[in-house]
């Protein structure tokens, strides 16, 4: 479409619109069609996965937008208001609350004292993600200092060689951010941190997805390599994998619903991702048990929720 046609055609996005154009570099690797090194497969079924959850989530959770006719499209338009406001309303629990729950040491029996807390951890895991694995002991204090360093090289070759098609699913999904919709629907008491790393639509959760599939990597190594682990010691990896996705939301620049979509697309990639089925195992469980946000959308009530749930139980 062109510019002229652009300006001479109504937009039909009602009260919701689309995020925009995501930065340069991003718009470049969001147009990547290869598999991620790690894919166990072809770039057949690499495509066929990443239209099979865009139709998913399309279907079940947001819809996508259209820029040719600047819609929205999908069987989830007409529940986006619904759920905005499920959302919105949640994350009004978190920043009315006192104290704030991101200010609260992060939940890590096994860890070295003194806990950091939730805050503490979400500033410096926003835009460098080299220091999402420095943070290893403070979940699990049996680990000596070359453990770490053994783990920080792990985690990083999970994560290039595991992430992949984040970005391309945010372009299509196009969700406007919390504090974009909080004001277009009222919530004048919004509050949020800074986040300088939320320069891309809302869904899915980079930092939620991105943390799934690099931890899962080191719990894919740890089965590889055969690894004793003890019961502590999964328990501190699977928290770590759904906290930094978690702080997104208690720090309200993502939407819990954001966080569902985000497993969704975890879970359903991990057979073509992780080489060991018990990787995916793992991940279920530390969502379902262990993931602060899952609580609170469960201890929420909203029926708009279960269905989500439910299909992340099934994922």
Not at 66 to 89: E, N, R, Y
Not at 131 to 137: E, H, L, P, T, Y
Not at 193 to 215: F, I, K, N, R, W
Not at 297 to 306: A, D, K, V
């Amino acid at each position: 479409m062109s510019e002229k046609e652009y300006l001479s055609t109504p937009a039909s996005w009602d009260i919701f619109p689309p995020w925009g154009f995501m930065p340069q570099d991003n718009l470049a690797a969001a147009a990547k069609t290869v598999p991620p090194p790690d894919w166990i497969g072809g770039q057949s079924s690499f495509l066929k996965w990443r239209n099979d959850t865009l139709q998913f989530i399309q279907d079940s959770i947001w819809p996508v937008f259209d820029p040719q006719s600047m819609s929205w499209t999908g069987k989830s338009v007409p529940t986006m208001k619904a759920l905005t406001i499920a959302d919105l309303d949640l994350l009004r629990n978190l920043y009315t609350s006192s104290p704030d729950p991101l200010t609260l040491p992060i939940s890590a029996p096994a860890g070295l004292p003194p806990r950091p807390t939730q805050q503490a951890l979400f500033q410096d895991e926003d835009v460098m993600v080299p220091k999402w694995g420095r943070f290893f002991r403070n979940y699990d204090r049996s680990l000596s200092d070359s453990d770490v360093l053994d783990l920080l090289a792990i985690f990083k070759a999970a994560y290039l060689g595991k992430v992949n098609s984040i970005l391309w699913l945010k372009t299509k999904l196009q969700r406007p951010r919390p504090w974009q919709m909080a004001m277009i629907l009222g919530y004048s008491d919004f509050a949020c941190y800074e986040a300088l790393s939320a320069d891309t639509p809302s869904m899915v959760c980079g930092h939620c997805s991105q943390a799934l599939l690099a931890l899962g990597g080191v719990m894919e190594d740890r089965i590889r390599t055969g690894t004793s682990m003890t019961s502590a010691n999964w328990g501190a990896l699977q928290q770590l994998a759904v906290d930094i996705g978690d702080r997104r939301v208690l720090a309200r620049v993502h939407y819990p619903s954001d966080s569902i979509a985000s497993w969704i697309m975890i879970l359903k990639m991990s057979e073509f991702i992780f080489a060991y089925p018990k990787v995916k195992d793992l991940l279920k469980d530390a969502i379902m048990t262990k993931s602060i946000v899952y609580k609170l959308i469960q201890q929420s009530g909203g029926s708009i929720y279960q269905p989500m749930l439910d299909a992340v139980a099934r994922a």
